[in-house]
């Protein structure tokens, strides 16, 4: 069943601390005057990593354009839900808002007891990239390229500590992808988002770890990891020597993780549209798009930044998540 799983990700993936910035003056306001405080951005992960550095980069142009600040603050860990609780259960004026991932379409099915409803405990505000993930190591490994990492795998087995950022998170998800492949079963070791994992990888502590191209691009050219493919059809313009996987050995591992930005449920559409309008404004701005660009990442087209077209994305990801998990009958709980 986990294989079932495994193979229809393959499928569905494939096509597919504290930072604040200042607004302009005479920015537009509505007319209620929202925004008129800073705007706290959730992000359930930990600081420094994938999801935080995309959430920075687009809160402070968004403050640009709201003519607030635009507050990030870290609430990770049980893959990503402490995060979402806190903004589910937050006051719906526009002042709380989430910046999450694709466990938002996964955690539905993969939690079946959380202290907050994982679908209609939001309403949507846009989505903002869509990130490949790489497959690294910690640089001592006993591997050069991927067919030797999978032998490695498989030699090693338990012995190997696979990091992740907890059940429903990305990392786990391209993890189990990478154990499957490998036919293999490997430790995990769950962190609070994968920042951490990364200073431990770095570190030797852990050996193994599939994370977006947003927290490993800079490791990887720095080579303080060792990078083994990209999990895109094509290979990356900001990592124009990691292989893809295809190339690399593992033909069809291909995954991109997917953000989007949310507020909690009664929260007024007129907010959401204005938010969704600064994000608009971010996804556009030319020091976002240089900067994604340069971490293996762009913006979504503009028309998906709007609260109906995630809406529609969103819902169609929880329905195609939930007969896999089921099927796979592989519960957080
Ligand atoms: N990359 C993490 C994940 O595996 C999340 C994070 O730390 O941003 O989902």
Request: charged share 15%.
């Amino acid at each position: 069943m986990l294989r079932r799983m495994v193979l229809v990700l393959v499928a569905s993936l494939a096509p597919a601390a504290l930072a604040w910035a200042q607004g302009t003056p005479g920015a537009r306001a509505l007319p209620g005057g929202f925004p008129d405080k800073p705007v706290t951005m959730i992000v359930p992960f930990a600081a420094g990593g994938p999801t935080d550095t995309v959430a920075r980069l687009v809160a402070e142009a968004m403050a640009r354009d709201l003519g607030s600040a635009v507050i990030v603050e870290n609430v990770g860990g049980a893959g990503g839900t402490l995060g979402a609780s806190r903004v589910a259960s937050a006051r719906p004026d526009g002042y709380s808002i989430l910046m999450h991932h694709i466990g938002m379409g996964t955690t539905p099915s993969l939690y079946r007891r959380l202290p907050y409803d994982p679908v209609n405990g939001f309403e949507t505000v846009g989505l903002v990239t869509e990130v490949p993930m790489t497959v690294i190591a910690r640089p001592s490994i006993e591997a050069r390229d991927l067919v030797s990492l999978v032998a490695l795998m498989q030699r090693e087995g338990t012995k190997l500590n696979l990091a992740n950022a907890g059940v429903g998170a990305a990392s786990h998800l391209c993890g189990l992808l990478l154990q499957s492949a490998a036919k293999v079963q490997l430790t995990t070791v769950p962190y609070r988002g994968t920042a951490p994992a990364m200073t431990d990888l770095v570190g030797g502590t852990v050996d193994i770890m599939c994370d977006q191209t947003t927290n490993t691009t800079e490791q990887i050219k720095a080579g303080s990891v060792r990078a083994f493919a990209v999990t895109t059809r094509s290979r990356l313009a900001a990592l124009p020597d990691l292989p893809t996987a295809t190339e690399a050995g593992l033909p069809g591992f291909e995954v991109s993780v997917w953000h989007a930005l949310y507020t909690p449920r009664r929260t007024p559409d007129a907010i959401n549209e204005r938010l969704s309008k600064a994000l608009q404004a971010a996804l556009s701005d030319p020091r976002v798009v240089a900067r994604f660009a340069e971490l293996g990442t762009a913006p979504v087209d503009l028309a998906m930044a709007t609260p109906a077209a995630h809406k529609t994305y969103w819902m169609a990801d929880v329905a195609k998540w939930r007969p896999i998990i089921d099927a796979a009958g592989q519960y957080a709980d």
